[in-house]
Every structure is written in C-alpha cells, then in structure tokens.
C-alpha cells in the first residue's frame, strides 16, 4: 500500500489543499476531494499516478466543508461510494441550502472559490459513525468521531496512520508553523480540546492533515495546536471584552498571526499560503461565535 499526496494548487497556491491517493490491494482509493474549483488539478494528479476517475469506488472525507468535500457530488455521480458524518450526509445529497448559506458569505467570489457543487445520488452515500470499520480496497479504515472544528466531523485510523482532515489543525509542509482553523458556525473550544485528547491517546507514528501533507511527529503537532486554541481563544475573548468591532479584530488578529509567522521565520510567500489555506478573519467569526453562543 502507497499513500500519494495530491497537492489540488488551491487558488494557484501550492500545498495548500491535499487530497490523499491510496493505492490500496485491491484498487485505489481517495480520502477527501477538495473544492469543485481544484477537480482538474485533482484529475491531473490521479492520471500522474496512472489513476483514471472512474478507477475511484471509494471516498472518504472526513466532513462537508467545501475545501475537503466540495467535489464529493461529482464523484458520486461518477459511480464512487462516498463515505461521511450522518449530520453531513443530507448536505451532499442536496447542497441546496449549504450553497445557499455559503454565497450570503462568498458573495460573487463562490464559484471562483469553490467551483460546482453537485448533489450525490442518495445510494451513493453511505453513512458512518463512531468505531465504524470501512473495508473497502483491501484495507480498513476505522472511524473516530472528531468534533470541535465542526460537529460532523471525522478522522480516519488506517493502521497506525491516520488521515485528520482539520481535526488536527494545520501545518504547511517545511513551515514550523502550526495554525487553528476555527471557522463559524461549529467550532466549539472544549469540544475540540477533548477530541485532540483522544487523537492523543491513539499514538499515531504519523497524520495526514487536508492542510498540508503527512505530519510524523502527531504528538507534537496535536499538543502545540491546543496550546494555540486556548491562546487564540483567550486573545479574541479579551479583545471582545475591550469592546473591538468585528473588523477591527480581523486587523488585529491577522496582526496577531503574521507575528507568530514572522517569528517562525516564514517568507511573506509562505504566510500567503498559510493565509489561502486557513484565512484568518473566518476564525475571528468562528470564536466571536463561539464566545458569544457561551455567554
């Protein structure tokens, strides 16, 4: 079995979204699409690989936010078993209303963003939960249930591997930079610090994050990411308290995490990039939210 990387070139930024290509015994298999807007880079990256579209029969994602699941419906439609949260579920058999929801956000930049987005037939998707076995390929994924970032979201063990969509955070590879994507409306702080626990408690020798590419330290990754939950918390609580409008801790917050970049030694390049794949103003409403829900 061969894990390939797939970088989809989010927006003409490298390794900013990841799909993950396993070539598994008894055929390859997918674990997230990405956007409608990246299905030719994907579709690109398969047939490097000698991997035709309708070679796919499963995917995984591990939940419905457009950058991991955007292109789900097109798979389905293409004959691929699609496997995902029961809360996501209804969503990709009928975006309507996710799509709905996002353009009151994306305005006139959806499509450009995110591209089509396609209804699944129904029979093409199969729901899975908590300690769920997925055998498919001659492999087996087993399902952990990962809430925090959003209520329907799941990490997949394979072996003593694991592919983490945003449960795990992000890090962009050769950037010492770990990043919290705390998008609205779901993320929920406590939530999340017990998930990464239990991540934690699986003792991976390595992590797949959907941002961006294999991780082998897990321990550390997953440790300095609640550290850097409670911090961002705590900042933008204490900004709200000071009485700062939402645009004005959107300045500060991107202030905030181009100083943590710039310690780390980033490039303006790289902090782009970390900006493309987790911009930072959706976690300013994604706490604000969060806060607010809690009060």
Same mark, same amino acid.
């Given at each position: 079995?061969?894990?390939?990387?797939?970088?989809?070139?989010?927006?003409?930024?490298?390794?900013?979204?990841?799909?993950?290509?396993?070539? $598994?015994?008894? %055929?390859?298999?997918?674990?997230?699409?990405? *956007? #409608?807007?990246? @299905?030719?880079?994907?579709? =690109?990256?398969?047939?490097?690989?000698?991997?035709?579209?309708?070679?796919?029969?499963?995917?995984?994602?591990?939940?419905?936010?457009?950058?991991?699941?955007?292109?789900?419906?097109?798979?389905?439609?293409?004959?691929?078993?699609?496997?995902?949260?029961?809360?996501?579920?209804?969503?990709?058999?009928?975006?309507?209303?996710?799509?709905?929801?996002?353009?009151?956000?994306?305005?006139?930049?959806?499509?450009?963003?995110?591209?089509?987005?396609?209804?699944?037939?129904?029979?093409?998707?199969?729901?899975?939960?908590?300690?769920?076995?997925?055998?498919?390929?001659?492999?087996?994924?087993?399902?952990?249930?990962?809430?925090?970032?959003?209520?329907?979201?799941?990490?997949?063990?394979?072996?003593?591997? $694991?592919?983490? %969509?945003?449960?795990?955070?992000?890090?962009? *590879? #050769?950037?010492? @930079?770990?990043?919290?994507? =705390?998008?609205?409306?779901?993320?929920?702080?406590?939530?999340?610090?017990?998930?990464?626990?239990?991540?934690?408690?699986?003792?991976?020798?390595?992590?797949?994050?959907?941002?961006?590419?294999?991780?082998?330290?897990?321990?550390?990754?997953?440790?300095?990411?609640?550290?850097?939950?409670?911090?961002?918390?705590?900042?933008?609580?204490?900004?709200?308290?000071?009485?700062?409008?939402?645009?004005?801790?959107?300045?500060?917050?991107?202030?905030?995490?181009?100083?943590?970049?710039?310690?780390?030694?980033?490039?303006?390049?790289?902090?782009?990039?970390?900006?493309?794949?987790?911009?930072?103003?959706?976690?300013?409403?994604?706490?604000?939210?969060?806060?607010?829900?809690?009060?």
């Amino acid at each position: 079995m061969t894990i390939y990387t797939l970088d989809l070139n989010f927006q003409n930024v490298p390794q900013t979204i990841a799909s993950y290509l396993i070539m $598994a015994p008894d %055929g390859p298999l997918l674990v997230e699409t990405g *956007p #409608g807007s990246t @299905l030719d880079h994907l579709i =690109a990256q398969l047939a490097h690989h000698n991997v035709q579209p309708t070679d796919i029969k499963h995917v995984l994602v591990t939940h419905i936010h457009f950058d991991h699941a955007g292109a789900a419906g097109w798979w389905a439609q293409q004959g691929a078993q699609i496997y995902v949260h029961g809360f996501g579920a209804p969503h990709l058999i009928n975006p309507d209303r996710l799509i709905s929801s996002a353009t009151r956000i994306y305005g006139n930049m959806m499509d450009v963003l995110w591209g089509k987005i396609l209804p699944a037939p129904e029979e093409k998707v199969t729901i899975v939960e908590d300690g769920d076995v997925i055998a498919v390929g001659g492999v087996q994924f087993t399902v952990i249930e990962t809430p925090g970032h959003a209520r329907h979201h799941h990490v997949y063990r394979l072996g003593d591997i $694991a592919f983490t %969509g945003d449960a795990a955070g992000i890090q962009l *590879p #050769g950037f010492p @930079l770990v990043d919290v994507p =705390a998008p609205p409306p779901e993320f929920n702080l406590e939530v999340w610090q017990k998930t990464i626990d239990r991540l934690l408690a699986e003792n991976f020798s390595a992590i797949y994050p959907t941002h961006f590419g294999k991780i082998d330290d897990a321990t550390a990754q997953l440790t300095e990411l609640k550290t850097l939950m409670q911090e961002a918390t705590a900042w933008i609580k204490a900004k709200m308290d000071a009485g700062l409008t939402r645009d004005e801790m959107v300045v500060h917050f991107n202030e905030w995490n181009r100083n943590r970049a710039h310690r780390a030694g980033l490039s303006e390049d790289a902090i782009r990039q970390y900006e493309t794949a987790n911009p930072w103003y959706m976690s300013v409403d994604g706490i604000m939210r969060y806060w607010r829900k809690k009060a």
